[in-house]
């Protein structure tokens, strides 16, 4: 069944939200912090591993600044966030203040970059696309459902809501993942991973609150990676 991994993947994600909610009081604060600490720096650790394999770190490098600098011009991560105020105003009781940001609004957007960007995604999307077991999304939903646990204890039900990012992406992904995996060759794919892991260290060092980066703005990096990749590498 095509898509199927992707349902897969969107209700682990619910899953592991519900049971942060409901077991994030009995998780003492300091555990939680070292927890989200531990999921920052093995984040980190994943982009670094995709972003070294790169064979011209020019590619990424040019392709993730004009990207960002297009997502900027199109305000992604402003309109994610005004997504998530939406939610949060329709279904949020106790979305609480963080540095004026609410707490349902920075789990959702959080927990949608994390959930949204790297190599499983794209190659997710592939095997979904083919109707063979999904394989791929159950090991990505099962790490997104156990990270969710832990988002949801500390941001609340608004992680629960990042299920619909991963339906949107991945199941847009997923309708395209022949023709996607048809387009794709080797050094295409080896730049778009390199360019996914610069966005996946970014957001370990949200995680561990050492900058803040808009992530979402970040995106169209990884679609003029691979046109430049396609353009000119020879």
């Known amino acids: 069944m095509r898509g199927l991994g992707t349902l897969i993947n969107a209700g682990l994600v619910v899953l592991g939200s519900g049971l942060g909610v409901l077991i994030g009081d009995r998780i003492p604060e300091q ?6 600490q531990v999921i920052g720096l093995v984040t980190i650790a994943l982009g670094v591993s995709d972003a070294i394999d790169t064979r ?27 997504l998530g105020e939406r939610l949060q105003r329709r279904f949020a009781r106790d979305a ?23 190599p499983l995604t794209v190659l997710g999307a592939i095997e979904d696309a083919s109707g063979q077991t999904p394989q791929l999304y159950i090991i990505k939903g099962s790490l997104d459902g156990f990270v969710s646990i832990m988002f949801a204890a500390m941001y609340g039900i608004g992680v629960a809501f990042s299920a619909l990012s991963v339906l949107v ?23 778009l991973f390199a360019a996914g892991g610069i966005a996946v260290i970014g957001i370990g060092l949200n995680l561990l609150q050492v900058t803040k980066i808009r992530l979402a703005n970040l995106l169209p990096g990884l679609v003029i990676t691979t046109v430049l990749v396609a353009i000119f590498a020879v």
């Not at 555990?31 to 989200?36: H, V």
């Not at 040019?62 to 960002?68: D, N, P, S, T």
């Not at 540095?99 to 960007?117: D, H, P, Q, R, W």
């Not at 992406?169 to 730049?191: I, N």
């Open 96 to 118: 609480g203040s963080d540095g004026g940001e609410g707490k349902f609004v920075k789990g959702f957007v959080t927990a949608s970059a994390l959930y949204c960007i790297g």
């Open 31 to 36: 555990m939680r912090i070292t927890l989200l």
């Open 169 to 191: 992406v991945q199941g847009s992904l997923t309708l395209g993942g022949a023709g996607l995996d048809a387009v794709l060759d080797d050094r295409m794919r080896t730049e």
């Open 56 to 82: 011209n770190m020019v590619f990424p490098l040019v392709g993730m600044a004009v990207g960002a600098l297009i997502g900027e011009l199109l305000a992604i991560e402003s309109r994610l966030e005004r």
